[in-house]
């Protein structure tokens, strides 16, 4: 054959050689180039996807090498960062422009109101930093569809919370980890555990095809024993099972009044390989159990969307690392959240919303941000009004808020209301009464105004017998001056 056949040939196998590779390669990875919260525009939390119930190829390669993003940073040790002084009032015009995050996660309704925990700001690289004392969320905006409300009154507290977990803890044993980083896994796992300050219940569970419950125990000694009883990939390699895994994990924790329940779930992976095809109905499980599932997304090659929408479903935290070196640091800093953090407790103020968002500052200024998807359906919500001392009339900008529940009532006909007028404990018990009757119907008369029929409408006074929170500052007295509106079927 001529010369130039040959060459001709040989490109063209060449060619074939590389389109096999690439569509291999596009087919079983994803590069995801960021962690969660980099570049100080989003929480760790904060995804507008939904869950991914698409299958990949039960191909997984292994690749040894740890690839990791140009820019890309590690986490590290988490640590406090605070000024031993209070700080001054800021000037929001000469802010520092370094901006953290905050991460909202466990959250829960307790009677009429949202009890969030929020995460210290972080840059998500193992430095923490403390709100400002004065002021420190700035903004509380509850956003959906149409519209955006904002939270006037709420409560932030500090804590330290010594609380034991139940934690069912995921690990990823499949082909595509290899042995040596499962070593590094399970030797981080470890370490993590011995040095939390917090002597936890711990549930192992490794996976690959076939899901493996390695046992549980509130012992050290023990927990090291389950973790190494199969070292590194011994008895596993094969393909992925995240649903089979997740719905074990949950299954661990039943039973366990004891303890708060906690998933964290690590992959590298897709799902390829689960019995149990109902993703949907899993994520479920975990809410209707109130388990909050932190997920960790290892490499370019991981599920980031599945993993993502499990913990925002769930109310858990996702996380995104690339480098083994990592595996510790991560769950230092997820440990170190269950134990550090803020306590916001708040009542919504629209009836249907999409998602939450947080802006405040450091102690030293810096300008912190969060949000949080929580689409859902609120019986309840507190009107942010303010009356003037002794008033009942409504000013402009109150009439903008009434405006508000009209538009939603006259957009979801099935519903009626009760308004609620409340007050705090100055003046006597009688004046109060009648106070906050004049104040309820006031928005009444509003809202009828609106063009709501009145007939859909109840008005109430409870005067001070019912105090959201105590009358013992001028700030909680102001909370308790409020509106609050009740949601009925008719």
Partial sequence: MHEKNYKLMFKNYKVLYFFLITTVFNSCAILMPRNPGENGNESANTTTQKLDFKTRPTIEPFDPVDHSPKGYSKLTTPKIIANTVSAPQID???????????????????????????????????????????????????????????????????????????????????????????????????????????????????????????????????????????????????????????????????????????????????????????????????????????????????????????????????????????????????????????????????FDYDKIRFEGFTDKGNRVTGEKLMKGLQETLAMNLNFDFDKTNLNAKNLEEVKKIATYLKSNSDNNIIITGHTDNAGSSDYNLDLSMKRAESVKRALINFGIDQKRIQAFGRGETMPYVPNDTEENRSRNRRIEIDLIKK
């Avoid at 002597?199 to 569970?205: G, Y």
């Avoid at 960790?296 to 599920?303: M, R, V």
Wanted: net charge neutral; with cysteine; charged share 25%.
């Fill in 92 to 350: 929001t015009a000469h802010i520092p422009s370094i901006e953290y995050n905050t991460a909202a996660y466990y959250i829960k309704k307790i009677k009429k109101e949202i009890n969030i925990r929020l995460s210290y700001p972080s840059d998500w690289k193992g430095n923490y930093y403390k709100f400002r004392k004065s002021v420190p969320l700035s903004k509380i905006e509850m956003i959906n569809e149409k519209d955006t409300c904002y939270i006037a009154k709420y409560t932030l507290t500090e804590v330290a919370d010594k609380k034991p977990y139940h934690i069912s803890v995921v690990l990823d044993h499949s082909g595509s980890m290899g042995h040596d980083r499962c070593v590094d896994l399970q030797d981080a796992v470890s370490m993590a555990i011995k040095e939390s300050e917090t002597k936890n219940k711990i549930s192992l569970i490794k996976f690959d095809s076939e899901i493996s419950f390695e046992g549980k125990s509130t012992d050290s000694a023990m927990i090291q024993k389950i973790l190494y009883q199969k070292t590194g990939m011994e008895g596993f390699g094969g393909s992925t099972s995240i649903y089979d895994a997740l719905n074990m994990s949950l299954d661990s924790l039943k039973g366990d009044t004891a303890h708060r329940p906690l998933v964290i779930l690590f992959s590298d992976g897709y799902e390829n390989s689960s019995k149990v095809q109902d993703i949907k109905g899993v994520v479920a499980k975990a809410k209707a159990m109130n388990v909050p599932v932190f997920t960790i997304a290892f490499g370019g090659g991981a599920d980031e969307q599945l993993l993502r929408g499990i913990a925002n479903e769930t109310n858990g935290l996702f996380f995104l690392i690339y480098d083994r070196s990592e595996f510790k640091d991560l769950l230092n800093n997820e440990l170190f959240l269950l134990n550090h953090y803020y306590d916001l407790r708040l009542l919504p103020c629209s």
